[in-house]
Structures are given as C-alpha cells and as structure tokens.
C-alpha cells in the first residue's frame, strides 16, 4: 500500500533562505507525486506534481521538486523564501492500490514559517 | 471562472442536527471528493464519487451521507450520529483518472454549539 512521510512536521526560515521541506514515500509501482499548500482557512492549491515525466518538477511561485527513486523522496524547495510563502505544506501520493479510482493519501502537513 | 464552491463558509450547527454542506464545480470534472480536516492533522476522505449516481466510502464515512444526481454537485450531510463533526470540510473533484491532481474547493468551517 502507498503511504507518505512528511519528516518536519515544523519548518522556520528566515526571509530570502532558502527553504527545504522533506517528503518519503512507500510505493510498489511508479507513483504520481503531489505539492499542495494550504494558507489558513483556505482550500488546498497544487504547487506541482510528478508523473513519471522529468524527475525534477518546477512549480507555481519558485517552488521546485526532485524525485528520486532510490530514496523514495519528493522534496520541495524554493531557493529564496517570501514572507508570503508561510503556509501549511502537504505532500501526497496517488493510491494506486485501489485501482483507478483517483484517490490521494495526504501526508500529514509541514508548516513553514518565515520569519522577516 | 471555472473552480470549485462551496458553501457556506462558515456554519453552525446544534447538537442534534443535520446539516448539509454544498459543493458545486464546473470544470466537467468525473470524480468528486469530501475530506475532513482537524487542527493539526491531514486530510481524511470521507466520501468520493467516480461517476454521477455512484459514491464509495472513503476511511471516515460514518455519520455522514452524499448524492450525486448531478455531475456538478456533490453534496454532503453530516448527520447527528458524526460524535465529533466540528471540523473544515474540503471539497474537491478530479478527472478521475489515476495521477490526475485534485481541484480543492474553499471549504466550510463546521463548528458544533
């Protein structure tokens, strides 16, 4: 069964540092990897995603992601934080255990705080 | 625009009562999604719908129930027998299609008094 780690549950940097949030993954098959973030009282917007395409993923808003197979990582990065990017961070694989039914499991969040 | 509604924002419920939580998108999407969110925590499913007509339970079904008679809506009722229903409800829709990314609606912040 797939399943996600998010490894910080509570990430600080300072404003223009850069930023790192970690992600591993458990998958028998070739996974579908996703970034959302979710600012506060807001629904969750897609950052980037992977599908089996390039192995290094560029987003929206400077964010980037590299997958790497034989550690079963996704990271994000962002090599410059904006005060604005203070948000709740979640990473998430496509079940594909249960067919194709499209479902997604969710990582438990990191949120990234930026300090000025 | 083209997105996902839903509504209200914010709602307030007594114990005792059902209430009912609307999703609309109009992205001709197939698949539509519920997820309950908790302080602190992931999203849970708590139901998804592939197809108009057609809905499964996902991991946190009980105490709540949905319809799909439209391709557009995907309503959800929490019902009095959900102990614990104060939370945000996220709603979504997708292609449906495997590695397909999900589309997340506003959400409504549910709190029982």
């Known amino acids: 069964a797939q399943s996600v780690t998010q490894l910080d549950s509570h990430v600080s940097v300072s404003e223009g540092t850069p930023v790192l949030l970690r992600c591993n993954y458990s998958?028998?098959?070739?996974?579908?990897l996703f970034w959302y973030v979710q600012h506060p009282n807001k629904g969750l917007q897609l950052l980037l995603k992977?599908?089996?395409?390039?192995?290094l993923v560029k987003g929206i808003n400077g964010f980037e992601a590299e997958f790497k197979k034989s550690e079963t990582s996704f990271h994000l990065t962002k090599p410059s934080a904006h005060m604005s990017d203070a948000a709740e961070y979640f990473c998430?694989?496509?079940?594909?255990?249960?067919?194709?039914?499209?479902?997604?499991?969710f990582g438990q969040g990191t949120t990234l705080q930026v300090k000025p | 625009d083209g997105g996902i509604t839903q509504s209200p924002k914010y709602l307030f419920r007594k114990e005792g009562q059902n209430v009912t939580l609307s999703c609309e998108q109009n992205?001709?999407?197939?698949?539509m999604y519920w997820y309950r969110q908790d302080p602190g925590q992931g999203l849970r499913l708590i139901y998804y719908?592939?197809?108009?007509?057609?809905?499964q339970k996902g991991d946190i079904a009980e105490g709540y129930s949905v319809s799909r008679e439209k391709k557009e809506s995907f309503p959800l009722t929490v019902t009095s027998a959900q102990k614990n229903p104060t939370a945000f409800y996220l709603c979504?829709?997708?292609?449906?299609?495997?590695?397909?990314?999900?589309?997340f609606g506003p959400g409504t912040r549910l709190t029982v008094l």
């Open positions: 998958s028998s098959y070739s996974p579908s």
């Open positions: 719908s592939q197809i108009v007509n057609d809905f």
């Open positions: 992977y599908t089996s395409a390039a192995t």
């Open positions: 979504a829709s997708s292609m449906g299609r495997l590695g397909n990314e999900q589309f």
């Open positions: 998430v694989v496509s079940d594909i255990d249960s067919g194709n039914t499209g479902k997604l499991i």
């Open positions: 992205l001709n999407h197939d698949a």
